[in-house]
């Protein structure tokens, strides 16, 4: 059996063939890059001192991290276990915040000023359910 191609098939394959060889002459392998990236992350994380004071009540959070003033607080969240997918910077005391029914896999973060990084364990919260969390490490 012979295979035909039409007139527009013949001009599409014209068209998109040079399109698909311009894309992939300008893609590039990234792995090496992220395989440092990664490696200096992880270089990176420490056990250092963190508290958290969490609470739910209402669907609404309240929190509370230590024990430093100083460096950057944050969180990463995500809807499965171990797979973030977003990481919000967020103030040492947070007074009161509406969530609503979502649910969340969560791990605090601190980064030290000297660049150093430590994680709270993960932990699952139910903003549909009053809880309250005391940590420290």
């Known amino acids: 059996m012979l295979l035909s191609l039409s007139a527009f098939s013949i001009l599409m394959l014209q068209i998109v063939l040079p399109i698909a060889g311009f894309i992939l002459d300008m893609m590039t392998d990234i792995t090496q890059d992220f395989l440092r990236r990664r490696s200096e992350y992880l270089s990176r994380i420490r056990k250092l001192p963190l508290q958290v004071v969490l609470m739910v009540r209402n669907r609404r959070l309240n929190f509370s991290f230590g024990p430093s003033d100083k460096g950057r607080y944050f969180l990463i969240t995500g809807f499965l276990p ?56």
């Open 82 to 137: 171990g797979l973030y997918l977003t990481s919000i910077d967020i103030p040492r005391n947070l007074p009161d915040i509406y969530i609503g029914q979502t649910k969340w896999y969560v791990r605090l973060g601190w980064e030290s000023p000297e660049g150093w990084i430590t994680f709270s364990p993960e932990w699952f919260l139910d903003f549909s359910q009053d809880q309250e969390l005391f940590w420290k490490q």
